[in-house]
């Protein structure tokens, strides 16, 4: 069971006994933490000397402003019907100047946010008379600072042994194909609706697909290790969610969003008691490797446009929900969508010498799961659950799921 208070070592001068439960979500936001789990202030690196260090960069004015705000600060979310505001967040992040509150409009029930004041700069402490002089970057052209930005986040030169890593641990975190016949209470098709809704809740809230694929996995991958009651699977499907977030997302949902989402039918007790419960099952490995995470170097070697690229993401999204296609490895799987796509878009070599060196699999191995991916393509306009078709009809995905292309799959 969750312990009621925050463990951990007592501030220098305190009394014997008085711990940091009033002291540390001065440091870190603690929304999120699981108590549960055991882990006190010192073993997730905030000490007392690294406690001052953040104190000094800005987090503990972030945590300040999150508990001045109160539950009010933070605005209640729509119901999952009112799918309406799907723009990438990150994009919105990138954008320097925001238009007020009143011209984004309110969405959902409840009170508007309030707005944030920005955060003031570095040089907002000198003194008035020195006047800061910009700093110009030495490029010649805005396309020349993409392409200098581009080069210094890929890490070029660690790509050969991150993929090989990925290659070697892709097979070890495969959930058992087979696990739905050991289950008592469930099968595949309740499967499919819970990942179907979760397709909903990603939209949402706006997540990464690394977020999607990997929530999916620990879902298949808990339900192979454990049994689950047909009333608890909602719960573990959010729970997947929570802990893949947490993972992958700058700013991730909290546990109070999740247990929001399912319309209260759980708490927040029992959201992190299954936290506890998954890790325990999945030994506490939980990134591992997915198709989204060999997505960004397959297709870049297989020179796509945007088009083609959104028709792949649609390709490997319908595959989430069927249960027959947790069988092959995650780069199998995306291999034979990017072959599939290179087929409905005409591409003079489908399947070229260098795709092979890449991707690690030869044509031959793998037309019968491209031929799987083309049966699911063909099948989900009349198929009953639509949430990844809707979300490629979006104009932000260039509408790919009603594009002539996929006609003639």
Avoid at 55 to 70: D, E, I, K
Avoid at 71 to 90: E, F, W
Avoid at 285 to 310: C, G, I, M, Y
Avoid at 367 to 395: D, F, H, I, N, T
Wanted: hydrophobic share 40%.
């Amino acid at each position: 069971m969750p312990c009621e208070t925050n463990r951990g070592h007592p501030e220098p001068g305190a009394p014997h006994g008085a711990g940091r439960a009033k002291a540390f979500p001065k440091i870190v936001d603690t929304e999120n933490l699981n108590p549960g789990l055991g882990f006190a202030a010192t073993r997730i690196g905030y000490g007392t000397r690294t406690g001052k260090l953040a104190a000094n960069t800005g987090m503990a004015a972030r945590s300040q402003r999150l508990a001045s705000a109160g539950p009010a600060g933070r605005r209640p979310l729509a119901s999952l019907s009112d799918i309406t505001n799907l723009q990438d967040a990150r994009e919105g992040r990138k954008k320097l100047a925001r238009p007020p509150q009143s011209q984004l409009g309110h969405l959902g029930p409840g009170p508007a946010p309030a707005l944030r004041a920005p955060r003031p700069s570095a040089n907002a402490a000198l003194p008035s008379t020195v006047e800061q002089q910009p700093v110009a970057m030495e490029v010649s052209s805005p396309e020349a600072a993409t392409e200098a930005h581009k080069r210094s986040q890929s890490a070029a030169e660690y790509v050969p042994e991150i993929m090989e890593r990925l290659f070697e641990e892709e097979a070890a975190f495969l959930p058992r194909p087979s696990y739905m016949e050991t289950q008592q209470d469930i099968n595949g098709k309740m499967r499919a609706i819970l990942v179907d809704w979760l397709v909903e809740v990603h939209m949402k809230y706006r997540l990464r697909a690394e977020t999607l694929f990997l929530a999916v996995n620990l879902i298949d991958r808990h339900m192979t290790a454990l049994p689950v009651l047909r009333r608890r699977l909602q719960l573990v499907g959010v729970t997947a969610m929570f802990v893949a977030a947490k993972f992958e997302e700058i700013d991730p949902p909290r546990a109070t969003d999740f247990v929001y989402i399912t319309d209260n039918t759980y708490s927040k007790d029992d959201l992190l008691q299954m936290e506890c419960t998954m890790l325990s099952a999945l030994d506490f490995r939980v990134v591992v490797p997915t198709p989204a995470h060999f997505f960004d170097q397959f297709v870049k070697v297989n020179s796509e446009n945007s088009l083609q690229t959104e028709t792949v993401k649609y390709i490997l999204e319908l595959a989430l929900i069927d249960l027959r296609m947790i069988r092959y490895p995650p780069s199998h799987l995306l291999a034979a969508a990017i072959l599939l796509s290179n087929d409905l878009f005409g591409r003079a070599a489908l399947w070229p010498d260098v795709m092979v060196q890449t991707c690690r699999h030869t044509e031959e191995e793998l037309r019968g799961c491209a031929e799987e991916l083309r049966s699911l393509l063909r099948a989900a306009p009349a198929g009953s659950l639509q949430a990844v078709r809707k979300k490629y009809m979006l104009q932000t995905h260039h509408r790919v799921a009603s594009h002539a292309v996929l006609a003639g799959a």
